[in-house]
Structure formats: structure tokens, C-alpha cells
């Protein structure tokens, strides 16, 4: 089906992800706009709740989380795992131990995404689990801004793997925290109501076939 699309010129593939989707999903696009010039992409990156508001209001062909929502009339494929990972500046007293019980890892000072966020939806039900609760001094909304305060000694935080890779070489070191890293799936949504398009369609494929594989290499999956 990819050839079926050779010839096309024009056409838009609408993606909306959770914010931290931003660091692989355009190693995605790349390949696959190489590949088919013609297609003009939207892509919108929002926090978890934003993005399922753009779900309900059909804006999007697909939307990408890593913790699909309960109670929507959508489709869903698994794309790969994302880790959340415990992080702490390289001088951090937790960074020089070998294990840290959680215990321990709940009394530093710890730095929390937003409301909405999915990242902070996974940290609040891991903790639940595990009753007991991260002591929160600050609440910041961006992935760089929290990277960017633990590295200023603002305190400890858990965010996702990918948030590292691809980017700036960043002096956090990951602590070797008792149950973590928290695990889930990314995974493509879209609408049970709305036929994909031809475009859409395509895409899907690349991503279940070529995407993946060359995401799961480029994280060493
Ligand atoms: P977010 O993304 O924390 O940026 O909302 C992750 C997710 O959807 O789980």
C-alpha cells in the first residue's frame, strides 16, 4: 500500500501528541515526508488532557499517548514502551548511591509536571500503589523546564527516558530507584467514527512496519 501512494502531491496527515511524544515522533515524520513529499503534516503537541480534548473534538488523525484513555470510541496501536526514569543532578547525595529504596528517593524534593500531564498521571498511580507519596516542592509544566531545575539543585524528578535521548547531553544522572523505571506504551489513536483517510492510512502502516523498527533501534528497544 505504501507504493499506492508514489504519485500523490498534496494532502495533510493531522498527528496531535502528549508533549513528550515531541522527541520521537518526529524521527518518525522524517523518513516517512521523505518518502512522500506531497503530504503537508499538522502536528500539535500538547499535554495528555489537551490532547484527549482534541480526540473529542476530531482535529486530529491520530492522537498519541502513553496511557490510552478510559471510555473513548477509538482504535489503538501499541507503538513501543516508554520508561519513566528517576533523575537527579550528577552531585545529588541519591546520585552517589548504587540502589535507592523509595523510601529514601520520596524525602528528596521532587519536581512534578502539570495537571494533565500524562507523565504525572503515571507518577501519581505508581506512587498510589506503592502508598506512599513524593514530597512535590515545585509544579512545572515543560520537560525542559524540569530537567533544567534539577540541574540548577531544585530537586529530583521522574520523567521519561526519551526526554533524554536525542537531545542536549544533559549532566542528569538516572537514579537506580527499587520498582522504577514506571513503564507504559506509547500508542497511535484515532477516532472509531471517522474512516481513515488514504493518507492516514498509509501512515499507520509505516508506523506498525518501518516506524517502529527504526524507533525501537533508535532507542535500542
Ligand atoms: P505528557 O505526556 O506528560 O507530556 O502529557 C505523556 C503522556 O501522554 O503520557
Redesign the pocket.
Known amino acids: 500500500q505504501l507504493s499506492s501512494l508514489k504519485g500523490l502531491r498534496s494532502g495533510t496527515l493531522r498527528i496531535a501528541?502528549?508533549?513528550?511524544?515531541?522527541y520521537f515522533i518526529p524521527h518518525l515524520l522524517g523518513p516517512f515526508c521523505e518518502r512522500y513529499p506531497g503530504i503537508e503534516v499538522q502536528f500539535t503537541v500538547?499535554?495528555?488532557?489537551q490532547?484527549i480534548d482534541r480526540l473529542e473534538q476530531g482535529l486530529d488523525d491520530f492522537y498519541?499517548?502513553?496511557?490510552v484513555p478510559e471510555g473513548l470510541d477509538i482504535e489503538v496501536a501499541e507503538f513501543m514502551p516508554?520508561d519513566l526514569v528517576a533523575i537527579a543532578k550528577a552531585d545529588h547525595p541519591l546520585a552517589q548511591q548504587s540502589q535507592v529504596s523509595l523510601q529514601a528517593f520520596c524525602q528528596a524534593d521532587f519536581l512534578m509536571?502539570e495537571a494533565?500531564?500524562?507523565?504525572?498521571?503515571?507518577i501519581e498511580n505508581f506512587f498510589k500503589q506503592q502508598q506512599l507519596q513524593p514530597n512535590i516542592k515545585m509544579t512545572i509544566a515543560s520537560?525542559e523546564a524540569i530537567i533544567h531545575s534539577v540541574l540548577s539543585g531544585l530537586g529530583v524528578s521522574i520523567?521519561?527516558a526519551h526526554t533524554l535521548a536525542f537531545g542536549e547531553n544533559y549532566d542528569v544522572k538516572v537514579l537506580n530507584v527499587e520498582s522504577l523505571p514506571i513503564v507504559?506504551q506509547w500508542t497511535f489513536a484515532w477516532a472509531k467514527s471517522r474512516a481513515l483517510s488514504p493518507i492516514a492510512q498509509v501512515f499507520l502502516d509505516y508506523v506498525n512496519t518501518q516506524g517502529r523498527s527504526e524507533m525501537q533501534q533508535a532507542f535500542s528497544l
Open positions: 501528541c502528549a508533549t513528550t511524544a515531541k500538547a499535554n495528555r488532557q490532547v498519541v499517548f502513553s496511557y516508554n509536571r494533565g500531564s500524562g507523565t504525572r498521571y503515571s520537560n520523567l521519561s507504559s
